[in-house]
């Protein structure tokens, strides 16, 4: 894969993002982040992204469904679990009205 300087570059994670419109929110369908390239912050990144989208077209909240073994992530990044879908599986929510955009550093824009 080229960048856009026409260097070689590599894919090490992705996020997918399903939008309702009607109902004003985005759904995290996937996060990934290549096993080399995890803790170093690129899962966070990813999902601020989203949100950022997901807020810049007028969605008030971002949800996913989480395994209980991701909670303490989801929970850093401000989401609370709303349902909770069988032992080890939650729907989580993130309320994007209160919150100022983030940037990329993961300061909040002021």
């Known amino acids: 894969m080229l960048n ?8 090490v994670g992705y ?19 290549e096993e080399r390239y995890r803790h170093r912050g690129i899962a966070k990144r990813l999902v ?4 950022n989208y ?3 077209i007028g969605c008030k ?5 989480m395994r209980d073994y991701l909670f303490g ?4 990044l401000g989401f609370s679990i709303y349902k ?8 989580i929510s993130k309320n994007l009205e209160r919150n100022k955009e ?9």
Not at 4 to 11: H, N, T, V
Not at 48 to 51: F, R, S, T
Not at 84 to 90: F, Q
């Open 54 to 56: 997901s807020r810049s």
């Open 48 to 51: 601020n992204e989203a949100e």
């Open 73 to 76: 992530f989801y929970s850093d």
């Open 15 to 33: 996020i997918m993002l399903e939008l309702n419109k009607r109902e004003s929110y985005s759904f995290i369908q996937g996060l990934f982040v």
């Open 4 to 11: 856009d300087d026409g260097m070689e570059s590599e894919l």
């Open 84 to 91: 909770k879908k069988n032992d080890s599986t939650y729907l």
């Open 102 to 110: 983030i940037k990329e550093d993961g300061d909040l824009e002021r």
């Open 61 to 65: 909240a971002v949800e996913a469904e």
